[in-house]
């Protein structure tokens, strides 16, 4: 096979330099090497190009190698060879990215000199032998990914043309070349630049805020000064650190939204695991798909519908509120407030992916992920902005930021409410009933779309990558599949509301009941998954597990709200119901849009292929966790809180 003839190409190149190097049969095992590698040097050297100085450096290349000259032996040392562990799935090899970077020939051609350009390879090879026998590897080894150290003159097309007829009879498929070089690396670009300049400008601007209250400088305008102080370091800190007495509000949410957050970007670090190169990679979907702990973070998913859950919850419990108090709603207002409620610090963080981010690092990954992500930032930040996101280019291979597409989806959900909330405010029988046909309209439809498609249970690792991503865009995403919890979110609130002064009586029977099914369907929707993954299952199951596993986590989760906001919670009430989570609650919007950010930035420096471990995914867990609430608060002072206030000077309620 052509991994063995590399391997003892290899052999024979590293005999040859030491040989070289100890001036010892440095004749004879230079031929050997040189008649052995010339079929071998063609895989990093595009020669079937018809781009001219491509051809003529890649062929001093092949020369210069054979006469052992440094720099070329430099840009075939910092190009891939056939890594180690790969029966353990250790199918991808970056080389050495940096070294590459700083090949330099010390000759020139047509008063150039050549250059090293890192080129990321990936591409499916054939699983038969000869005689037509499966080899013995598993699917995730169809896909190989290593570098190539190439002439900078060359370009991807000249590389992917070489490897196509270098490799044509065991390659199924060149998918996709990443080619870098420093003489791209020019700087910070214009885009770069202008988000750096208005950056600093809007900062100068916080402090000028804070230094006009805090030395209680008199400007004439009362509204002008108004809105300047909402900018205030100090007021937005004051309302950051403030606490609300207990019982004024439903306290134990605050607990709830932190514990969903830290389980959000728990589960973005386990899903990142399993594409990032690890030399144990065969082993990362086991681990995480085959015990206890791994099920918990692979959860960490419906840590999205806490949030729809909460979502509704704190809308119907301040609409029902409103109306009691005879505030007039205003549609367009309810949806513009919204609006400008957190679309500020959402785009801002859209900015920097379509700018800045790109520029503050490298690697041999680096161009794919953040590279990919910038480009598709440009190309679809305006579905972003619209909040159809979730929709209009939703694919993950598509979307900025993929991990917003929550807002989008939590955006139309809110534009829909009123529909929901009006029916229960005039009648609570008909509104139940709205609620209840609409959840179950949605669990039939999940069910057959499932089903007929043959979708998996859920947001799998390890499956047919095809599907699941026409999953992610059909099944996880859309409204009509996701507005159960939600909506039992709106239910909630209105009873949280109803209840607030009159307390239901629950008695011991009644309470020892609940909890007892609560415990079980968060134990059955958290660890169903071991039975999927273990045993398998048909579309039957698949679709019945995908239709009502969320709705009935929303459930028990509105359980342990209500029954913890009635009095009944015991210690678990004292636990979510602690003041110091009212603080961390309030930055949860802004941990939720900057986390992925340090998570793609960690993947894209990576160097070399790791080790997975459950130790060094908590390490990397709890130093993400550390710096996104550094730039959660961050973002959180300078602009999510200076436009809630700004929205009540704007929409001041009228009754």
């Excluded at 949410?253 to 959000?264: E, K, N, P, Q």
């Excluded at 609130?493 to 609940?514: M, N, P, Q, S, T």
């Excluded at 993947?603 to 292929?609: C, D, F, K, N, S």
Aim: proline fraction near 3%.
């Amino acid at each position: 096979m052509w991994c063995c003839a590399r391997g003892r190409a290899w052999a024979l190149l590293i005999a040859g330099i030491l040989c070289s190097y100890f001036g010892q049969g440095l004749s004879a095992s230079t031929n050997t090497v040189f008649f052995s590698l010339n079929p071998f040097l063609e895989l990093y050297a595009p020669l079937k190009t018809r781009n001219a100085q491509c051809y003529v450096e890649a062929r001093s290349f092949i020369d210069a190698t054979k006469k052992l000259t440094p720099w070329a032996l430099q840009m075939l040392d910092a190009s891939s060879k056939i890594p180690t562990s790969v029966l353990d799935g250790n199918v991808v090899d970056l080389g050495n990215f940096d070294q590459c970077l700083a090949v330099r020939s010390d000759t020139t051609i047509d008063y150039k000199n050549t250059i090293g350009k890192y080129c990321l390879v990936k591409a499916t090879f054939n699983q038969t032998r000869n005689d037509g026998q499966e080899v013995m590897l598993r699917d995730l080894s169809r896909e190989w990914t290593w570098s190539v150290c190439m002439p900078a003159s060359c370009t991807p097309t000249d590389l992917t043309q070489q490897l196509e007829f270098s490799l044509g009879g065991v390659a199924e498929h060149i998918k996709e070349v990443y080619c870098q070089s420093s003489l791209e690396d020019t700087g910070l670009s214009v885009s770069s630049w202008l988000m750096i300049v208005f950056t600093f400008a809007f900062i100068v601007f916080v402090f000028a805020a804070t230094w006009i209250e805090y030395r209680s400088i008199r400007i004439p305008h009362q509204l002008t000064k108004s809105v300047v102080i909402s900018f205030s370091l100090i007021t937005n800190g004051k309302m950051l650190l403030s606490t609300i007495p207990p019982g004024l509000m439903i306290d134990n949410i605050h607990g709830i939204r932190v514990i969903s957050m830290l389980a959000v970007i728990a589960f973005h670090r386990a899903i990142r695991a399993v594409d990032e190169p690890n030399v144990n990679h065969e082993e990362v979907s086991d681990k995480l798909t085959h015990s206890m702990f791994g099920m918990l973070l692979l959860n960490g998913l419906l840590a999205v519908d806490v949030f729809f859950l909460l979502g509704g919850m704190v809308l119907a419990f301040g609409f029902m509120r409103e109306r009691k108090a005879q505030y007039k709603f205003s549609f367009a207002k309810h949806v513009l407030y919204r609006y400008l409620r957190i679309t500020p610090a959402y785009f801002f963080v859209i900015l920097i992916y379509m700018t800045v981010l790109y520029d503050l690092g490298s690697g041999p990954i680096w161009e794919e992920l953040v590279g990919g992500e910038k480009q598709d930032c440009r190309n679809n930040w305006w579905t972003n902005i619209l909040y159809i996101n979730n929709y209009w280019n939703a694919s993950p291979q598509d979307s900025c930021y993929s991990a917003a597409w929550y807002l989008g989806t939590d955006m139309q959900f809110y534009v829909l409410a009123p529909l929901f909330l009006f029916a229960l405010n005039k009648n609570r029988k008909h509104g139940i009933i709205l609620i209840v046909v609409t959840c179950l309209a949605s669990c039939i439809y999940t069910f057959w779309i499932t089903y007929v498609k043959d979708y998996p249970w859920t947001y799998t690792i390890g499956y047919n990558i095809p599907k699941r991503r026409r999953f992610f865009v059909e099944v996880y995403l859309p409204v009509q599949t996701r507005i159960p919890s939600y909506l039992i979110g709106i239910l909630l609130g209105y009873f949280l509301d109803h209840y607030k002064k009159e307390k239901i009586g629950l008695c011991l029977l009644a309470r020892v009941i609940g909890w007892t099914l609560c415990t079980c369907i968060l134990i059955t929707v958290f660890y169903g998954l071991t039975y999927f993954y273990w045993f398998g299952s048909g579309p039957f199951l698949s679709a019945l597990y995908a239709s009502l596993h969320r709705p009935l986590f929303a459930i028990a989760i509105g359980w342990i709200i209500f029954v913890c906001d009635q009095g009944y919670g015991g210690p678990v009430n004292e636990f979510l119901s602690h003041q110091s989570f009212q603080i961390l609650s309030r930055l949860c919007f802004c941990f939720y849009l900057v986390h992925y950010i340090f998570i793609l930035f960690d993947l894209g420096m990576q160097r070399t292929a790791g080790y997975f471990s459950y130790y060094h995914l908590l390490q990397k867990l709890a130093f993400d966790v550390i710096i996104v609430l550094f730039a959660a608060a961050a973002l959180s002072l300078t602009l999510e809180h200076p436009f809630i206030h700004l929205n009540k000077l704007i929409f001041k309620k009228n009754k």
